[in-house]
């Protein structure tokens, strides 16, 4: 019997990725992890354990302006989920009725919002929604609806909702790629056989396709999950640091921004600042474990 | 003694010169101020570099928002240049704390500047300055004269006069009576609250008193500024909640607005843009006869850095912003940035001559927020930003927004406790 031997080629493979990985996101990560166990005080560095935690969630300062800032998040994420989603599956779903002409076009226009920069669609939006030069007052106007409008991006009830909304405008493309891509692997024989026990149109869709498109639909909640609550581009870019009016729109990225790098005179504490995004990583990693672990394996696949 | 130092500057200069003819000192400057490049590279620099030859500036600026943070990534690689451009206040202390910037008080130019322009570059006992004041900006309110001539209004003396003129263009409906927006938060603190405010907590008086704890947030002086702010949520114009910066900006150029509750810095963006003719009035005062003040605040200064290379070129060139002959080309070449030095500076924009005349006709303060006072959690100076729009929208009592700020300083401030 020969000794196994070393096959070497595995290690040199995986080298390049694993040490550019590492450097920049494992390293990173970590010590971020462990900036947040510390403290400056009086000009030196001095490790405090977990007291930024607990400043974080026990100060009422802190906790307050903590909870607000993922209350934000969460509705974030929600009215992503509840209006992105399914409006992308709607639209893939359209996109892959064969009878449907100009899809390719269509399916261009949807998509090109989400190549645009974040800086670029805040800025286009804040024109729009201008009650001063924008558009959306006009319009409005034209057909009769003017009371309808309001300065949405600065009132505290709407501004959140607002942005969430041109957010969902921007990437709808993303969910609907993903899902059109998984209608479009249906084999045909399978629609055909349902067709032949009289099951067409809607039904054909609720019954045969959206079960096989189920993974996709998973996927792609969690991608918005993790994409929303590591959001801070589309805020900073239209409402600035302070996330305003009154942080009626921050979320935990523009929080951890301000209080990291520091904003006007508020000079920045990358200490508290870690502790921010050490909080922003654990939720990240609850929510992708509850995921995986809950719903991810209890998924009926089906083998086409 | 003056002969002295003169020799000792001849020497040095003399020296520098010769250590010159081998090779130029190259002195390089940190700054924010990317809009004045050209101010720099065409009229400043050349006058220093014909009076200092063996010296050359270089003016190598970044973008306003990133500039502390890159600054301060620079002073740590060691990569900064010889010369930096001061924020005021806590930002340049904590430099100075931590070694970056040299103590300048034994600098003869020093003397040119009274106590309150280098109080913004001091250590809070006062026993160092480590930054060269370089200009202050003031604020009160632009106006468009020719809108004033058509509707018959006089430019308002007090707070009175001021409302009724609003209420006036209103009436008339041919101009939004204000434009100023709510929607970046900062400009109803720093062209609302803190513009006005200094009538009522009586300028310095009132801002070193909250400092030393004496007074508080809550006092009547404090919070009166916000009932006024309140009144101003009528007369701002359709939609001002969602309306930003450049929005006011561009509807006061545009002509479609009466007054604009102003910094000084606007100036010569608006003369660049407005064809019409233009006037400013200092904040109103309560009382025909009362004492005004005025908000002149210390915004730029420019400080040496610890680990230069060529420290005595740089404290060559820092001596020369230091002197009237700097003062005039930086005051003229930038209407509405007033240089702080003692000496008068003769200004020729109209505008700018406004603003700075009322120097001598009121008692200056700086921001009230910017002293000690925004250094901790929660930082005042933010937290004013948002009361201040709360109380033009009308979301919160004036009496709460001021037991809700001084709970915040009362928080981490120890004389307020």
Known sequence: MNKPRIRWHIPVFLAPAVLIYTAVMIFPLFNTLRLALYSRIDQERVFTGLANFQTLFFDPIWSEQFWNALGNNLWFFLVHMLVQNPIGIALAALLSHPRLRFAALYRSAIFIPTILSFVVVGFAWKLILSPIWGIAPSMLDAVGLKSLFAPWLGKEEYALTTLALISVWQFVGIPMMLIYAALLSIPEEILEAGEVDGITGLAAFWKIKLPLILPSIGIISILTFVGNFNAFDLIYASQGALAGPDFSTDILGTFMYRTFFGFQLQLGDPHMGSAIAGAMFAIILLGVCVYLFGIQTRMRRYQL | ??????????????????????????????????????????????????????????????????????????????????????????????????????????????????????????????????????????????????????????????????????????????????????????????????????????????????????????????????????????????????????????????????????????????????????????????????????????????????????????????????SPEFATIFGNALPGFFPLSKEPVALEDPLAKEFVSWRGECESTIRSTYQILSRGTPNLENETWGASVAAIKGTAAPEELGSKLQDGLASWYAPQQ
Not at chain 2, 91 to 104: I, N, P, Q, V, Y
Not at chain 2, 175 to 194: F, K, L, S, V
Request: aromatic share 12%; net charge negative; with cysteine.
């Open chain 2, 1 to 322: 003694m003056i002969r002295k130092s003169l020799a000792i500057a001849l020497t040095t200069t003399a020296l520098t010169a010769t250590a010159a003819w081998a090779e130029d000192v190259t002195l390089t400057i940190e700054s924010w101020r990317n809009d004045d490049l050209s101010l720099w590279q065409e009229k400043i620099i050349p006058a220093f570099e014909a009076k200092h030859p063996g010296i050359r500036v270089k003016f190598t600026p970044s973008a306003p928002a990133e500039y502390n943070a890159v600054l301060n990534s620079k002073l740590d690689a060691g990569s900064a240049g010889d010369l930096i451009t001061c924020r005021p206040f806590d930002a340049s202390l904590a430099l100075f704390e931590a070694g970056h910037l040299t103590d300048l008080d034994d600098m003869e130019a020093m003397g040119n500047f009274s106590d309150v322009a280098k109080s913004a570059w001091q250590t809070d006992d006062g026993s160092a300055s480590f930054c060269v004041p370089m200009a202050s900006v003031i604020h009160g309110f632009i106006y468009n004269a020719d809108a004033f001539a058509e509707l018959g209004i006089e430019v308002p003396e007090t707070e009175a006069d001021f409302f009724a003129a609003l209420e006036k263009i209103r009436a008339d409906g041919s101009y939004i009576p204000m434009a100023m927006g709510t929607n970046d938060q900062w400009e109803a603190a720093t062209m609302g609250y803190n513009n006005i405010g200094p009538n009522y907590w009586k300028g310095e008086e009132g801002r070193r008193a909250l400092i030393a704890g004496e007074q508080k947030l809550t006092d009547e002086a404090w919070t009166a500024p916000y009932a006024t702010l309140a009144k101003w949520g009528n007369y701002l114009g359709d939609g001002y909640e969602a309306q930003t910066y450049p929005d006011s900006q561009n509807l006061f150029t545009l002509g479609r607005a009466a007054i604009y509750p102003a910094g000084s810095w606007e100036i010569s963006g608006f003369n660049a843009l407005a064809d019409f003719k233009m006037g400013a009035f200092k904040p109103p005062v309560q009382n025909a006869g009362d004492t005004c003040y005025i908000s002149d605040h210390t915004d730029i200064g420019i400080g040496m850095n610890a680990a230069t290379a060529n420290p005595d070129a740089a404290r060559t060139f820092l001596a020369w912003v230091g």
